[in-house]
């Protein structure tokens, strides 16, 4: 399965976080993994917090099926990112699953991922190592031209933010990652919470000019 140009379809999911976990109310929140082509079929990042069937329906959408899955990517070792694994897995057994090398011994997974380290390739992506918000974070480089971020950054009504504090384990690794990221100046950036916005770069360094409080 050949696409002329590469094709990104997201999947978006549907997140609900309750009462004390990010702040005193319910917080609900998408989720998103991405179905990205190349030559010899579809790569998989993330798989979602549960169920694996909005993919498969993403994947018919794109005139795919689970056979033309050859890997999937998993960004970092959080369960609204791998949580439909298993579930993938069984329905794609042909497809290898990768991870930064670091979260791979946090990903259950009915086979250990394969780990990822700076510079790897799988297909047409190259990894960017991005630690902070877990150990092993990556993101992922397409052509120098788009880059999918994880949860490196999410975006909320066109502005960016950093990841909740309360989930990222090096607040101050995390910080010196999305510097890195604006060094690449990809032409867009893709987002595991939140839409794709105009203009990418150019809102991560006005984020990064609002420092966070020290502890």
Same mark, same amino acid.
């Given at each position: 399965?050949?696409?002329?140009?590469?094709?990104?379809?997201?999947?978006?999911?549907?997140?609900?976080?309750?009462?004390?976990?990010?702040?005193?109310?319910?917080?609900?929140?998408?989720?998103?993994?991405?179905?990205?082509?190349?030559?010899?079929?579809?790569?998989?990042?993330?798989?979602?917090?549960?169920?694996?069937?909005?993919?498969?329906?993403? @994947?018919?959408?794109?005139? *795919?099926?689970? !056979?033309?899955?050859?890997?999937?990517?998993?960004?970092?070792?959080?369960?609204?990112?791998?949580?439909? @694994?298993? !579930?993938?897995?069984?329905?794609?057994?042909?497809?290898?699953?990768?991870?930064?090398?670091?979260?791979?011994? !946090?990903?259950?997974?009915?086979?250990?991922?394969?780990? @990822?380290?700076?510079?790897?390739?799988?297909?047409?992506?190259?990894?960017?190592?991005?630690?902070?918000?877990?150990?092993?974070?990556?993101?992922?480089?397409?052509?120098?031209?788009?880059?999918?971020?994880?949860?490196?950054?999410?975006?909320?009504?066109?502005?960016?933010?950093? *990841?909740?504090?309360?989930?990222?384990?090096?607040?101050?690794?995390?910080?010196?990652?999305?510097?890195?990221?604006?060094?690449?100046?990809?032409?867009?950036?893709?987002?595991?919470?939140?839409?794709?916005?105009?203009?990418?770069?150019?809102?991560?360094?006005? @984020?990064?000019?609002?420092?966070?409080?020290?502890?």
């Amino acid at each position: 399965m050949v696409h002329p140009e590469m094709l990104v379809e997201p999947v978006v999911q549907e997140l609900r976080l309750p009462a004390g976990i990010v702040g005193p109310v319910e917080v609900t929140m998408d989720v998103r993994c991405f179905i990205v082509s190349h030559p010899d079929g579809l790569l998989l990042i993330d798989t979602g917090p549960g169920s694996a069937d909005p993919i498969g329906e993403a @994947l018919n959408r794109a005139g *795919a099926g689970w !056979d033309d899955v050859t890997d999937v990517i998993l960004t970092h070792a959080h369960p609204d990112h791998f949580g439909g @694994l298993a !579930d993938v897995v069984a329905r794609s057994p042909q497809a290898v699953v990768w991870a930064g090398a670091r979260d791979c011994p !946090d990903i259950p997974s009915p086979e250990p991922p394969r780990p @990822l380290a700076e510079g790897d390739r799988v297909r047409s992506l190259q990894v960017v190592e991005a630690p902070g918000h877990t150990a092993g974070h990556i993101c992922l480089s397409f052509e120098d031209r788009i880059l999918f971020v994880g949860d490196a950054l999410f975006s909320d009504a066109g502005a960016l933010g950093r *990841a909740p504090e309360a989930f990222t384990a090096d607040p101050v690794q995390a910080e010196e990652s999305l510097r890195k990221l604006a060094r690449l100046e990809p032409e867009r950036m893709l987002f595991a919470h939140g839409p794709e916005i105009p203009d990418p770069v150019t809102a991560l360094h006005r @984020l990064l000019q609002d420092a966070p409080e020290a502890p």
